[in-house]
T-cell receptor, first 114, second 117 residues
């Protein structure tokens, strides 16, 4: 079975721009979660989608949004980028809803905001 | 709010030595507890998890962890370190939010393990 894939792997943007990151979960997995990883804040939960609905949300501003498609693929969008948004964004998929279930992580998308 | 503290951002051991990575949590309800490992340029991989039942949990690659409620700890151990164990390790806690079935996963800041030959 193919693992979780994330595209692109690396991205460079400037302040004020917006960005869309993509995540394809493991085949058959319907839950997709997103995390932000930075040296200062560590790993922080952004949100979880299950069956095209956001089920769970972390403490991030509304500039961070996401969606999930009927094939379970998910996208995350960040609008009006700030320098502090530079981070590794990780996507994780699971066969069941709820982040307490085993999650399988992708390699991440490294976003640099200049 | 729940929190996770990993004592020691960097732990260095010799090959063959005991590995002990410490994790303490705060949670108002019985938590689910996890250890994840992250190798360079990769995502996280689940090592082991505690939900209910036996407090000593065995995971992959020879790792195990013990849930101690009285100490609010979930330390990760491995009797004999291998060079391939060098990675960053994250402890995580999930508990039930009030009023719903959503679980929030909170990670510690991570512990970088280096293994010296």
């Amino acid at each position: 079975k193919a693992g979780v894939t994330q595209t692109p792997r690396y991205l460079i943007k400037t302040r004020g721009q917006q960005v869309t990151l993509s995540c394809s979960p493991i085949s058959g997995h319907r839950s997709v979660s997103w995390y932000q990883q930075t040296p200062g804040q560590g790993l922080q939960f952004l949100f979880e989608y299950f069956s095209e609905t956001q089920r769970n949300k972390g403490n991030f501003p509304g500039r961070f949004s996401g969606r999930q498609f009927s094939n379970s693929r998910s996208e995350m969008n960040v609008s009006t980028l700030e320098l502090g948004d530079s981070a590794l964004y990780l996507c994780a998929s699971s066969s069941r809803q709820g982040v307490y279930n085993e999650q399988f992580f992708g390699p991440g998308t490294r976003l640099t905001v200049l | 709010a729940q929190s996770v503290t990993q004592l020691g951002s960097h732990v260095s051991v010799s090959e063959g030595a005991l590995v002990l990575l410490r994790c303490n949590y705060s949670s108002s309800v019985p938590p689910y507890l996890f250890w994840y490992v992250q190798y360079p340029n990769q995502g996280l991989q689940l090592l082991l998890k505690y939900t209910t039942g036996a407090t000593l949990v065995k995971g992959i690659n020879g790792f195990e962890a013990e849930f101690k409620k009285s100490e609010t700890s979930f330390h990760l151990t491995k009797p004999s370190a291998h060079m391939s164990d060098a990675a960053e390790y994250f402890c995580a806690v999930s508990d039930l939010r009030s009023g719903g079935s959503n679980y929030k996963l909170t990670f510690g800041k991570g512990t970088l393990l280096t293994v010296n030959p």
